[in-house]
């Protein structure tokens, strides 16, 4: 199948490895290259440079509005479109130009989180499972048609980051087997159970001890590695990037053992965090080098 690639970061990447083992990927669209790095050099995206060693023509203009833009991506000819963390709103003239439309990889159980931030949500709302769907795209904001869903379940102590290359490689997969068994039938959303994955803002990550034990720790969970939910020891912001539900009680913020930190409603072990410019490190390195009060703010 004649393919046009759409996607940016890592979480994309997989998905265009296994596209370009059974298909013809005719051009990689993703975002323009952006400033990175303490020296602010112009960096390409994970999905730029995997699809430069991968000798496919790269594409990435800052918008799909104009009329050039949408007659140069009708031109490649393609019979579908596979979009996975793109980035840009595609127009409709975009949806309709591939023969069999385009195809969007989702990392949520839809009608549940759609939008920006769904397996981070999912965490942080203490979800039991989750999962990918292989979604027929139309204008709306994750509101197509799903022609393919897989679940699975979320560990106790499951980040972000392992979480994300979970279903990295499940949308990867799954989306082969969509293509290969097209045409699907297309079962619409229940318009019942539909929830919005806002973007995560870094104001969210500062943990709050006074909430109960289990939201401290799925806040932890859910933005490690990025943004990273901190706290304030002795003036310094230290990140919390690994936790678990633990024993004990006690005013919010008293730390009861090691790091083991009380919260409103029982406890919090901190099991990897990061200190300003320093690795993440595992609680018996990373308190050798730092007291900590009897109470954390």
Not at 98 to 120: E, K, M, V
Not at 130 to 144: F, K, N, R, S
Not at 158 to 179: F, I, K, Y
Not at 229 to 246: P, Q, T
Request: aromatic fraction near 4%; hydrophobic fraction near 45%.
């Amino acid at each position: 199948m004649k393919i046009i690639f759409m996607g940016t970061p890592d979480f994309s990447v997989p998905v265009l490895d296994a596209l370009v083992q059974h298909h013809e990927v005719l051009a990689v669209y993703c975002q323009p290259p952006r400033p990175a790095g303490r020296g602010k050099a112009s960096r390409p995206s994970p999905v730029q440079a995997r699809a430069e060693a991968l000798g496919l023509p790269v594409r990435h203009p800052i918008s799909l509005r104009s009329i050039d833009a949408q007659q140069e991506f009708a031109a490649l000819g393609a019979d579908i479109a596979v979009v996975v963390a793109y980035g840009l709103i595609l127009p409709q003239a975009v949806l309709d130009a591939p023969r069999l439309g385009c195809l969007n990889i989702h990392a949520s159980l839809l009608p549940r989180w759609r939008g920006a931030a769904p397996i981070h949500r999912a965490i942080m709302a203490g979800d039991a499972e989750t999962g990918v769907c292989i979604m027929q795209m139309e204008a709306g904001l994750d509101t197509g048609p799903v022609l393919l869903r897989e679940a699975t379940r979320i560990g106790v102590e499951e980040t972000t980051a392992e979480l994300h290359d979970r279903l990295s490689a499940m949308g990867a997969a799954l989306v082969c087997a969509a293509l290969d068994r097209l045409p699907l039938p297309a079962v619409a959303q229940d318009s019942l159970g539909v929830t919005y994955a806002a973007k995560i803002d870094k104001a969210e990550a500062r943990v709050d001890w006074t909430k109960p034990a289990a939201e401290v720790d799925r806040l932890i969970r859910g933005l490690s590695p990025f943004p990273g939910a901190w706290c304030d020891v002795n003036g310094e912001r230290v990140k919390l990037l690994r936790s678990r539900l633990a024993e004990g009680a006690g005013a919010p913020g008293r730390v009861l053992r090691g790091f083991v930190v009380a919260c409103g409603d029982g406890a919090v072990e901190i099991t990897l965090a990061q200190r300003e410019g320093k690795r993440p490190m595992q609680p018996n390195e990373i308190l050798n080098g730092l007291k900590l009060p009897e109470i954390l703010p």
